[in-house]
C-alpha cells in the first residue's frame, strides 16, 4: 500500500503552499490572508462553487461527482488558524510574524485538503457531492459552531462528515482512530471570593478571601476524586489566583480562574452544579460571598461507531491494514469538530507526523512528507463513500 500516483505531481506545490501559509500565521478569525490563498486555489482548481464569509471566515468548496444518482452528500473538514506563540524552530519558513506561529499543523491540514479538493474536481471519480470545508477558529474560537450557526449544514445538508489531525511521534504513513469519546470537554472557570479588606495587623476586623481561596482549592479536587467513579475521566485544573497588591494589606476579594474537562456530558454536568455549591457555601461558611463564572467552550468529541469503521477503512487501503491503529488513545484536549460531530455523523481520525515536537509547542513543525498520506486519504474516503 502507498500513496496514489497523482499526489506525486502535487507534492511540491502543496508543500509550497504550505509553507506560506506557515510564513504567515494568522489566528482566530482573523483569517483573512489564508482563507482568500484556499479561495483562489479552489477557484484555479476548478471546484465548483467556492462560498466565503462562512461562520465569518470560513471557506466552503463545493465538488460535483461524475453522477448524482446517490444524492448523497458527504463532508471533508480541515481548520486554518494559528496560535499566539514565539516560533522557535529555526526552519527557513518559520514564522514572519512576531508572537504567531502555526504550532498544531493547521497548515498542513489546510495543505492536504486543499490537495485532495484539486483531484476530486479534476477526476470527478465518485456519485454524489463533496463539500470541503476550511474552518477558522478553532483554537479556542468555536469557529466550527459558527459555521454551523451561519448555515453550514442545512445549506449543504451532509450525511456524513469526516476530520483529520496531525499526530506527533506516530511514524509517518501510520493512521489511528477509535469510536466514542476521544477527546474531552473544554470549559473555563472563574471563581470570586468576596470578603472584607483591612490591614493585616488587625485580621480579626477582616474576612480574608485567603484562606477561603486556599480551602477551595483543596476542596475542588474532591470533585472528581470522590464524586465520579475513578474509571472516569475529567480533571479540574485552578490554574490562576490573584489578590491583593501590597504586602501589608488583607485584599478585599481574590480571583482563580482555571479549565474543566471531562470525557461525558453527564460529568461535564455534574461538576458545573457541585463547584457552584462549593464555591458558595464554603465562602458562607468563612462570611465571605462566593461566586462562579462558568463558560463552557467546547463538548466532549465523540466519532460514531459506523462512521470510525469507514474512515479506518479508507485509512486501510491507503497504508495497508498493519498501519491503522484502532485503539487512539483518549485525551482531555479539546476539539471543536465535536460542534460538528453533534449535528452530523462522522469521525476524526489522526495522521501520523513523525518525531515531532508536542503540539502547541514553539518547535513543532508540520511534517512535509505526511501531506501525501492525507491527500491520498482524503480521496480515497470519497471515492468509498460515493461510489460510482
Known amino acids: 500500500m502507498a500513496v496514489e500516483n497523482w499526489v506525486a505531481k502535487l507534492a511540491g506545490e502543496l508543500t509550497e503552499f504550505r509553507r506560506d501559509l506557515h510564513m504567515n500565521p494568522e489566528l482566530l478569525y482573523d483569517v483573512d ?70 504550532a498544531c499543523g493547521h497548515d498542513g491540514h489546510t495543505a492536504m485538503l486543499l490537495g485532495a479538493a484539486r483531484h476530486l474536481a479534476d477526476s470527478r471519480a465518485f456519485d454524489g457531492t463533496v463539500i470541503v470545508i476550511f474552518q477558522p477558529a478553532e483554537e479556542g474560537g468555536a469557529g466550527a459552531r459558527a459555521m454551523i450557526e451561519d448555515g453550514l449544514f442545512t445549506r449543504w445538508p451532509c450525511n456524513e462528515v469526516y476530520s483529520m489531525h496531525n499526530r506527533p511521534n506516530l511514524p509517518v504513513g501510520q493512521f489511528t482512530i477509535n469510536s466514542g469519546p476521544i477527546m474531552g470537554s473544554v470549559d473555563e472557570m472563574k471563581i470570586t471570593i468576596t470578603g472584607r479588606g483591612g490591614h493585616a495587623a488587625r485580621p480579626d476586623e477582616t474576612i480574608d478571601p485567603l484562606p477561603i481561596a486556599g480551602a477551595l482549592l483543596q476542596a475542588v479536587q474532591t470533585l472528581t476524586s470522590r464524586n465520579l467513579d475513578p474509571i472516569d475521566s475529567a480533571v479540574i485544573s485552578l490554574c490562576t489566583i490573584h489578590a491583593g497588591n501590597a504586602f501589608n494589606v488583607i485584599p478585599q476579594d481574590v480571583t482563580l480562574t482555571g479549565t474543566v474537562r471531562t470525557l461525558r456530558e453527564e460529568a461535564r454536568d455534574m461538576i458545573e452544579e457541585r463547584l457552584g455549591a462549593m464555591v458558595e457555601n464554603i465562602a458562607a461558611a468563612f462570611g465571605a460571598q462566593g461566586r462562579l463564572e462558568y463558560t463552557r467552550h467546547y463538548p466532549v468529541t465523540v466519532n460514531h461507531e459506523r462512521e470510525t469503521e469507514l474512515a479506518a ?23 471543536d469538530f465535536s460542534f460538528m460531530l453533534n449535528e452530523v455523523p462522522g469521525a476524526l481520525i489522526n495522521v501520523g507526523n513523525g518525531p515531532s515536537a508536542a503540539l502547541h509547542h514553539p518547535e513543532y513543525d508540520f511534517n512535509d512528507d505526511v501531506i501525501a498520506w492525507g491527500c491520498s486519504y482524503w480521496t480515497t474516503l470519497a471515492r468509498q463513500r460515493l461510489p460510482l
Open 313 to 335: 477503512r479508507a485509512a486501510q487501503e491507503v497504508a495497508g491494514v498493519e498501519n491503522v491503529h484502532l485503539d487512539m488513545p483518549q485525551t482531555l484536549g479539546g476539539e
Open 33 to 102: 490572508r489564508t482563507a482568500a490563498k484556499v479561495a483562489e486555489a479552489l477557484r484555479e482548481a476548478g471546484v465548483d462553487e467556492v462560498h466565503e464569509g462562512i461562520g465569518r471566515t470560513g471557506v466552503v468548496g463545493v465538488i460535483h461527482g461524475q453522477s448524482n444518482t446517490s444524492g448523497r452528500m458527504i463532508g471533508l473538514r480541515s481548520d486554518m488558524d494559528a496560535l499566539p506563540i514565539e516560533e522557535a524552530t529555526g526552519k527557513p519558513w518559520a514564522s514572519q510574524v512576531p508572537g504567531k506561529m502555526h
